[in-house]
């Protein structure tokens, strides 16, 4: 009986893409990778089914906070109260200097009625074209604040 590429364990196995090589894995380990559709699937769907959706905090999120706070009048000691969070680690989402995880982002974004979370476009689809700068255009921000 065959067996997995990746684990090892023996059973059916499914032929999959894992970090673009073929490899025979079983259903388990499948999950990690893109299980081969029909052949003749079309290549930019293929393309999409490469990864999930990818999601990014915006890179303005320390801006975003700042500004969530001073509309409510709160210093950063309240502030962080009202978060739940320690107030250093508000500080330093605030400095710029720790970026909250995509989990805490979107808690953050349900609790203050903002925008920190986008989908990451680019590391969706668009992993071929050069990396784009991180830079924050007003733009993005209109598109961001369009989505909510
Ligand atoms: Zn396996």
């Known amino acids: 009986m065959a067996s997995c590429d990746m684990c090892g ?4 196995l499914v032929t999959a893409e894992v970090e673009r090589v073929e490899m025979k894995v079983c259903p388990n380990c499948a999950r990690f990778g893109m299980i081969k559709r029909k052949a003749d699937a079309a290549p930019l769907l293929q393309k999409k089914l490469h990864k999930e959706p990818a999601f990014r905090v915006t890179a303005n999120y320390a801006a975003v906070l700042r500004q969530a706070r001073e509309k409510q009048k709160l210093s950063q000691e309240d502030f962080a109260r009202f978060l739940q969070e320690k107030e250093s680690i508000v500080a330093k989402w605030e400095q710029g200097r720790m970026q909250p995880s995509v989990e805490v982002a979107r808690q953050l974004e349900k609790i203050l009625g903002v925008s920190l979370v986008m989908e990451d ?3 969706s689809f668009e992993k071929d074209k050069n990396a784009k700068s991180d830079g924050f255009t007003l733009g993005d921000f ?3 604040r369009k989505k909510v």
């Open 121 to 123: 476009i680019e590391q």
């Open 9 to 12: 364990r023996q059973g059916d």
């Open 142 to 144: 209109m598109k961001v």
